[in-house]
C-alpha cells in the first residue's frame, strides 16, 4: 500500500514487493550499501521509492551470487558499467573454482577415509593371509632420509610440510612404503617413502594377490610381523615381489588409544614354481 509521501513505500510493503527481508534492507542502509528515498522526520521510518525495486535489483542479482557487499557496494554509484560487472564476476568465477577444488578434495578424502577405517573394522588383528587387492591410486612422496637413531617420525613432518609441492592433500590417509620385502624387513619402522592414498594420484598400487597381515600398535610399531609373514611366505612357497605397502586402517583419526590402531602390511606375491608343481601333483593324486 502506497503512503502519503508521493507514492512511497514503507520497508514493509517494499520488502514484500522486492522479496528482500527488512532487516537485510536495513542492514544495507546502515552500510551505505542501498538507502531509502526518505525517511520521517518524526520517527526516522524508512520509506522507498517505487523506481528503487529497478534499482535495488543489482544488488540482489549479485548479493545471491556470493560476490562480497563491499565489491558490490564499490560499483553501487557512477562506477557500475559493463565493464566493473565483469571483472566483479570474473573474480568471483575464479572463487568459486577455486572453492570447488577444495570442496573436492574434501569429498575425496572423505570418501577414502571412510572406505579405509570400514577394512579396518572387518580386519582381523595379528591375521596373515593372501588376498585381492583392488588397485589403489597412490601419491609418492620423495625418498625419506633419517639420521643415526631417528624413527620415521622426523621424515613424516617433513613430508607433510612439502605436501603442497607433491599435490598431496594431508588429510588422506598417508602410508609407508618399502621398496622390497628385504628392506622392510631390515627396517619395518623406517619406510624408504611416505604416500598418499588419493583416486587421483598417478602412481598405484596395482592390483593383484597380496599377502597380508594386520598388526596393532603404534605408529611404525611392527612386532613379529615382518618375521611372521617371512615365514608365512616361505612355508606356503610364496615368492614376494615388489614394495611393502603399510596402511593404517585405523589410527589416530578415530581411535583414542595409541596400542589399538590397526596396519595392513601388504606385499604382492607369486607362488614358486616349484610349490606350483606340488600343488598340482597333490591334485592328481587326489590328495
Not at 60 to 72: C, D
Not at 226 to 240: H, K, S, T
Amino acid at each position: 500500500m502506497l503512503s502519503e509521501h508521493k507514492k512511497l513505500l514503507p520497508i514493509r510493503d517494499f520488502s514484500e514487493l522486492t522479496g528482500i527481508k527488512e532487516s537485510t534492507l536495513r542492514y544495507w542502509d546502515r552500510i551505505g550499501l542501498f538507502q531509502p528515498a526518505m525517511r520521517h522526520e518524526d520517527n526516522n521510518y524508512r520509506f522507498y521509492a517505487l523506481e528503487q525495486v529497478v534499482s535495488v535489483n543489482f544488488i540482489s542479482v549479485l548479493s545471491r551470487l556470493k560476490l562480497p557487499l563491499k565489491a558490490i557496494s564499490d560499483i553501487a554509484g557512477p562506477a557500475r558499467s559493463p565493464q566493473a560487472v565483469i571483472s566483479l564476476l570474473e573474480q568471483q568465477e575464479f572463487e568459486i573454482d577455486r572453492e570447488e577444488l577444495r570442496l573436492h578434495e574434501i569429498h575425496s578424502a572423505i570418501h577414502v577415509l571412510k572406505g579405509i577405517f570400514k577394512q579396518g573394522l572387518e580386519a582381523v588383528p595379528g591375521e596373515i593371509c593372501v588376498r585381492r587387492l583392488d588397485a589403489m591410486p597412490i601419491i609418492l612422496g620423495p625418498e625419506n632420509t633419517y639420521g643415526r637413531g631417528e624413527l620415521f617420525y622426523k621424515a613424516l613432518m617433513d613430508y607433510c610440510k612439502q605436501a603442497k609441492y607433491h599435490r598431496v592433500n594431508v588429510s588422506n590417509p598417508v602410508g609407508g612404503y618399502h621398496v622390497s620385502m628385504e628392506r622392510y624387513l631390515g627396517a619395518p619402522g623406517l619406510p624408504q617413502r611416505f604416500f598418499s592414498i588419493d583416486p587421483t594420484g598417478c602412481d598405484c598400487r596395482p592390483e593383484g594377490d597380496y599377502l597380508t597381515g594386520c598388526v596393532q600398535g603404534y605408529y611404525g610399531q611392527m612386532g613379529d610381523m615382518p618375521e611372521r609373514l617371512a615365514v608365512y611366505a616361505r612355508e606356503n612357497g610364496l615368492e614376494c615381489e615388489g614394495p611393502v605397502y603399510v596402511v593404517y586402517l585405523l589410527d589416530d583419526v578415530c581411535i583414542p588409544n595409541p596400542e589399538e590402531y590397526l596396519a595392513q602390511v601388504s606385499v604382492r606375491v607369486r607362488r614358486r614354481r616349484g610349490a606350483w608343481q606340488a600343488a598340482n601333483e597333490q591334485r592328481e593324486d587326489g590328495i
